[in-house]
């Protein structure tokens, strides 16, 4: 097994209903070890420049509008191939089809409103992680 970093993002829907205890809850039931967290409230320049891949799409409006309608926690998360361990908590995209026991099943509501967000690959994990805690954290072991 690799240990290996990834990072997290409990959105605004997920922080407006005040399940944030819960996700972090669910991260760590899965063996993974938090290492770093803060919330944050996104500027609408922070947020197109996170989400640029998908400028061209039309759901990046809305995109950028949700992920700034409300503060947001951003978390740094460590253990044996913390990536797929922790896109497996976190369950489909579409809450509805997100596997009993995952956190978009519990407190997802819809495929925009899915409450957390986390990295597909080490690349944008390192990417991502270094956008938010600055790149020394994102190697530092």
């Known amino acids: 097994m690799a240990i290996e ?11 407006r209903k005040g ?8 991260i760590e039931e899965a ?22 891949v998908h400028k061209k799409r039309p759901f990046y ?7 700034t309608s409300g503060p947001v926690v951003v978390s740094i998360l460590e253990g044996d191939n913390a990536i797929a361990k922790y896109r ?9 089809e997100a596997k009993e026991g995952t956190i978009r099943k519990a407190y997802g509501t819809n495929i925009g409103e899915n409450a ?14 270094g956008f ?10």
């Open 61 to 67: 409006g809305e995109l950028v509008e949700f992920m």
């Open 31 to 52: 063996g993974l070890k938090i290492v770093a967290t803060k919330m944050i409230h996104m500027s609408q320049r922070q947020a197109e420049a996170f989400y640029a």
């Open 19 to 26: 399940v944030i205890g819960g996700c972090l809850a669910k």
């Open 5 to 15: 970093r990834t990072f997290s993002i409990i959105k605004p829907d997920a922080v």
């Open 88 to 96: 497996e908590v976190m369950g489909a995209t579409n809450p509805a």
């Open 132 to 141: 938010f805690f600055g790149t020394a954290e994102v190697h530092q072991y």
């Open 116 to 129: 957390v967000h986390g990295s597909d690959a080490p690349e944008t994990a390192a990417d991502e992680t």
